[in-house]
C-alpha cells in the first residue's frame, strides 16, 4: 500500500532555534498534504493544508511566519518550526492525498515526529 | 475546533469482551473514518463508511453511522491485548482529505 514517510522520528531542538520536519510520499504523487499536531493524550489537530505549488492554507489560530511550510515537489512537503519554544514540543503528523483521488480512503499518515525544544 | 466529540474517553475492559465507543459531529459529512493510534505512533487506518451508508464491517470491527443524529459507534468484538490504544473518529467534509478528529477513546485490555 501507499506510505508516508516523515523524517525525522523524534528531534531534539534548542529553544529559539528552527526546525525542519519532511513528508514525503513514497510511491504516489500528493498533489495535497495536511500537517497536524498533537499534545500528549489529546486528540489530533488539524494545522496547515499544503498544496503543491501554492501557499499553504494555515487553520484559524496557526500562526503562519511561525510553521513554514513549504510543498515544492508532488512528494515532498516540509514544516519548519520557526524559533521553536518549549510549548511548540509536540507530536507533529502529516497525511497525503493521492493525486486524482477524491474519496477519503486515499489519505495516507505519516509516523508522526517528536518534536522536543529545550 | 474539534469536530467530534467521543465517549467514553476512557474504555478497561477484558480480554474476550467487546468494547464500544461513540463519536458524535457537528456539521454534514462526506464520510466518516475512524482510526486507531498506539502510544507515539501514527495513526493507522480501520474503517470509511460514508454518509449514505449505516453499517459496516471488516474483521472484529463494526461501525454503524447514523446522520440524523450525526453520530457513529465503533465496535470491537472479542478484544485482545493488542486492541490496546487509542481510537478515533475523523469526518471528511468534503472527500478532500482535511480531516476532523474526535477526542478520542483511550482502551486499556487486560489479560
Known amino acids: 500500500g501507499a506510505v508516508v514517510s516523515q523524517h525525522p522520528s523524534w528531534v531534539i531542538c534548542k529553544s529559539g532555534t528552527s526546525v525542519k520536519i519532511e513528508c514525503r510520499s513514497l510511491?504516489?504523487?500528493?498533489?495535497?498534504m495536511f500537517w497536524y499536531r498533537q499534545f500528549p493524550k489529546q486528540s489530533l489537530m488539524l494545522m496547515a493544508t499544503s498544496n503543491e505549488g501554492s501557499k499553504a492554507t494555515y487553520e484559524q489560530g496557526v500562526e503562519k511566519d511561525k510553521f513554514l511550510i513549504n510543498h515544492a515537489s508532488l512528494t515532498l512537503s516540509t514544516l519548519t518550526v520557526t524559533s521553536a519554544h518549549p510549548e511548540d514540543s509536540s507530536f507533529y503528523i502529516c497525511s497525503a492525498r493521492a493525486r486524482g483521488q477524491s474519496s477519503g480512503n486515499t489519505i495516507y499518515f505519516g509516523e508522526g515526529s517528536w518534536l522536543t525544544v529545550v | 475546533s474539534q469536530q467530534g466529540e467521543e465517549d467514553p474517553q476512557a474504555l478497561s475492559i477484558q480480554e474476550g469482551e467487546n468494547a464500544t465507543m461513540n463519536c458524535s459531529y457537528k456539521?454534514?459529512?462526506?464520510?466518516l473514518q475512524w482510526y486507531r493510534q498506539n502510544s507515539g505512533r501514527g495513526l493507522v487506518h480501520l474503517i470509511l463508511?460514508?454518509?449514505?451508508?449505516r453499517e459496516k464491517h471488516s474483521g472484529r470491527l463494526r461501525v454503524t453511522l447514523d446522520t440524523s443524529k450525526k453520530s457513529s459507534s465503533l465496535l470491537i468484538t472479542a478484544s485482545r491485548a493488542a486492541d490496546t490504544a487509542s481510537y478515533f473518529c475523523?469526518?471528511?467534509?468534503?472527500?478532500?482529505?482535511?480531516?476532523?478528529f474526535g477526542a478520542g477513546t483511550q482502551v486499556v485490555v487486560t489479560p
Open positions: 463508511i460514508r454518509s449514505n451508508e
Open positions: 510511491d504516489f504523487q500528493a498533489t495535497t
Open positions: 456539521t454534514s459529512i462526506n464520510n
Open positions: 475523523a469526518t471528511d467534509r468534503d472527500s478532500w482529505g482535511k480531516l476532523q
